[in-house]
């Protein structure tokens, strides 16, 4: 008879905030947007805010700073590729 191994559950560790922290990074991509949409505030300033809404209430996600760097570069991310995309799409309605 054949011999095959087991796989393991869990091959490795999540290694990028994105994947350690999906719900914060998945917050940001949605901050990010919303401020494209118009918000009346600065890029920074509803980054901020719509961080510190989402941990309100949660004292122990308030001061991580991994958690709150995930949820900047998925914003950051965001706006970079909403940018690429529009500047794509006008490219190609005039080139």
């Not at 350690?20 to 600065?42: T, V």
């Not at 901020?48 to 991994?66: E, K, Q």
């Not at 998925?74 to 529009?86: D, E, K, L, M, W």
Request: net charge positive; aromatic share 10%; hydrophobic share 45%.
């Amino acid at each position: 008879m054949r011999h095959i191994p087991a796989r393991p559950e869990q091959t490795s560790l999540p290694n990028t905030l994105t994947e350690r922290f999906p719900l914060f990074a998945f917050a940001g991509r949605n901050a990010a947007e919303l401020w494209l949409i118009g918000a009346p505030l600065s890029m920074a300033d509803f980054r901020d805010l719509r961080f510190r809404n989402l941990v309100a209430g949660d004292n122990s996600f308030a001061g991580d700073a991994a958690r709150r760097e995930a949820f900047n570069d998925a914003f950051a991310r965001q706006i970079a590729v909403s940018i690429a995309r529009q500047s794509r799409s006008e490219v190609a309605r005039h080139g």
